[in-house]
């Protein structure tokens, strides 16, 4: 192999994944992952003073997939290439979410493939979530509960509607959603939950999630063996537009239960090995809390002004929220959704509005409200 070509390849790489860079930048806590990563995984990410900062010939080599680093929030285990945070919070139906904070890189190439991948799902969730999903719910949702819906037959069927397209447009996917954020490398994994949550519930719910090892396994053979050969003649010989729409989501699909089954297969090993650890943290509910007292005080206030708008405008008919009636955690159930983005916010953990939405959505259409 010619160096020179390996150190080149590895300069444009570098330099397309500080392009992406620039169009990622403006999500929260994306900035803090990166001034993470790029900074030594063995040290810590704030600054030292020239005084402390031995000379460059004193210093060992470090190598970035054994040294350990500060620890994360709430977490017990160092941050580390090879050490996973999960951080669990409920949802609708009794049913939890994890979700596992971005991984360091280890070198250049592992640092381009999780910014492209962040990348691609960031567009993804643009296009379905909130273009596609946006407007269906905005136009068939209130069919739902619409005062009217025992007396008029076209109310009955835009909620018919309504919730067959949900079945269908929802994949039975949160253990999917979990496991591909999982490291393959991982060698330990720590699971950061609220006191709220009941210990059982979390081991009760991950061992659902590794029974269902086999459901992607079918999925993948399904695939593979029956679906791709005919996708592959049809786009060849019969319909090339549509046959390659297909072969493209069919080949997402591959990789994506390929993905979740090898991850599963890591988490059930360490789990064996004792490497999975269960950290319950007051702070953590404190934080949760916290954040819950604030994104309702921030309703009371809007509900005041909107009623208050309504009274000068004339138009005060009773039908402007209550302050006393706007959200409130109770403990234990579903969060809204400016809580979970503000703790996104506070804890740098990226896309934890998305898997928190896209886990609760499985939770209300396929186990119930």
Not at 104 to 124: S, T
Not at 169 to 194: C, M, N, S
């Amino acid at each position: 192999m010619n160096p020179v070509k390996n150190i080149t390849g590895a300069k444009n790489m570098h330099l397309f994944s500080r392009t992406l860079l620039r169009h990622c930048s403006h999500k929260p806590g994306f900035v803090r992952w990166i001034q993470t990563s790029t900074s030594n995984p063995g040290q810590p990410s704030h600054p030292q003073s020239a005084q402390q900062q031995p000379q460059d010939s004193d210093k060992p080599k470090s190598n970035p997939a054994t040294a350990p680093t500060t620890p994360r929030p709430f977490a017990t285990t160092s941050t580390h290439p090879l050490h996973t945070h999960v951080y669990v919070l409920p949802t609708l139906s009794n049913r939890l979410v994890f979700h596992a904070r971005l991984p360091l890189p280890a070198n250049p190439i592992e640092r381009f493939l999780i910014v492209a991948g962040y990348a691609y799902r960031r567009m993804r969730f643009v296009l379905w979530d909130e273009a596609v999903a946006a407007n269906w719910y905005r136009a068939l949702g209130p069919s739902v509960n619409a005062p009217d819906l025992a007396t008029n037959p076209n109310t009955r069927l835009q909620k018919t509607v309504f919730e067959a397209g949900n079945r269908w447009g929802t994949r039975k996917a949160d253990d999917e959603y979990f496991f591909k954020q999982v490291p393959l490398r991982a060698r330990e994994i720590e699971f950061i939950y609220p006191p709220s949550i009941p210990l059982k519930q979390i081991k009760t719910q991950l061992n659902t999630y590794l029974q269902s090892r086999s459901q992607h396994s079918r999925a993948l053979f399904l695939y593979t063996i029956l679906i791709f050969p005919p996708l592959m003649f049809l786009a060849k010989f019969v319909l090339p537009i549509f046959a390659n729409f297909a072969f493209v989501y069919v080949a997402f699909r591959v990789a994506g239960a390929w993905r979740a089954m090898t991850a599963a297969n890591r988490v059930q090993v360490l789990l064996d090995h004792g490497r999975c650890v269960f950290t319950q943290s007051p702070e953590f509910q404190a934080k949760i809390e916290q954040v819950c007292g604030d994104v309702t005080a921030q309703l009371k206030q809007e509900a005041v002004e909107m009623r208050s708008q309504n009274r000068v405008g004339g138009g005060d008919d009773g039908s402007a929220l209550g302050s006393e009636n706007v959200w409130k955690w109770d403990g234990k159930g579903d969060l809204h959704d400016e809580v979970v983005l503000k703790l996104e916010q506070d804890l740098s953990m990226h896309e934890w509005s998305r898997t928190y939405r896209r886990a609760r959505m499985v939770a209300l259409v396929h186990y119930g409200s």
